[in-house]
């Protein structure tokens, strides 16, 4: 793989692995420097496997390269760390940059635009990525999305699946079954508010209502409004409606042996 450094002057070298590899054996393990005479090239061993090519023909590096000794930190941009030499104090690579009168764009967006590079040999155990490389693992994603290219249907399927949802205009919202479900029992008693105990209570028989209304006598009970009741009685001095249209009395029906007889069990208003 050929590496290619394009230096201040808008001169470009190219390298191979192979060059660069036996640049980095020959700095034997220190963090040491190999210049090139015939360019101003300079190559900076910052760690085990990390080799930096600086442009000192440019005069910003060059008071750099004099100031600063480069060294290698994982937490910094571009994994640099500048420790100035009459002072060992540490300083980033904007920080360093300003500090010699810098007067570019800060924070400096990669190494080449101020005429540096970093080498890393091959096969090295990397756990971090430098700024250039997540600047070019960036640029190739995908273009900022905008609200008309936000479309649904670029994902696999999701389209048919929201087509086919239920509309909320066409569904029950839980309160509304709730209110259905109230509505159907009509306040009934507690004993008496569910299938199962109006069944228990007519002992599960489908044939309840005909056989009582078939029953001898109770034919005049049944009229078309189940909440009025009425009977005509007869006596001698001639024909009366007993009638709960007023709801002045309740009725209720007794088993007696074969035959039901009628009992009226609250009277507040008094019949002439």
Do not use: C, W
């Not at 090519?53 to 060059?62: A, E, P, S």
């Not at 024909?239 to 009226?264: E, H, P, W």
């Amino acid at each position: 793989m050929n590496f290619i450094f394009t230096n201040s002057n808008k001169l470009s070298r190219q390298f191979t692995d192979l060059e660069l590899d036996r640049i980095l054996s020959d700095l034997n393990g220190q963090n040491g420097y190999y210049q090139s005479s015939q360019d101003s090239l300079v190559f900076v061993r910052i760690s085990d496997g990390y080799l930096l090519l600086v442009d000192l023909n440019d005069n910003i590096n060059r008071k750099l390269f004099e100031l600063f000794t480069f060294t290698f930190s994982s937490d910094n941009s571009h994994t640099l760390k500048l420790i100035q030499n009459n002072s060992a104090n540490e300083f980033t690579l904007d920080q360093a940059l300003l500090s010699v009168g810098y007067i570019g764009t800060i924070p400096l967006l990669n190494l080449e635009a101020q005429f540096m590079k970093l080498y890393i040999k091959s096969g090295v155990n990397v756990d971090t990525y430098s700024k250039d490389e997540t600047n070019d693992l960036l640029n190739t994603k995908q273009n900022i999305i905008t609200d008309s290219d936000l479309l649904i249907s670029h994902v696999n399927g999701l389209q048919t699946e929201l087509n086919n949802k239920v509309a909320t205009s066409s569904v029950y919202s839980k309160t509304d079954i709730e209110a259905m479900f109230l509505n159907l029992i009509d306040n009934a008693d507690t004993n008496l508010n569910t299938l199962n105990e109006i069944a228990v209570a007519i002992n599960n028989d489908p044939l309840f209502y005909q056989k009582v209304a078939s029953i001898k006598g109770l034919e005049s009970l049944i009229t078309n409004d189940p909440s009025k009741v009425s009977m005509t009685m007869q006596n001698s001095e001639g024909a009366y409606v007993l009638s709960n249209d007023d709801q002045t009395f309740g009725l209720s029906l007794k088993q007696l042996a074969q035959r039901f007889n009628l009992v009226i069990y609250l009277i507040t208003k008094q019949m002439d």
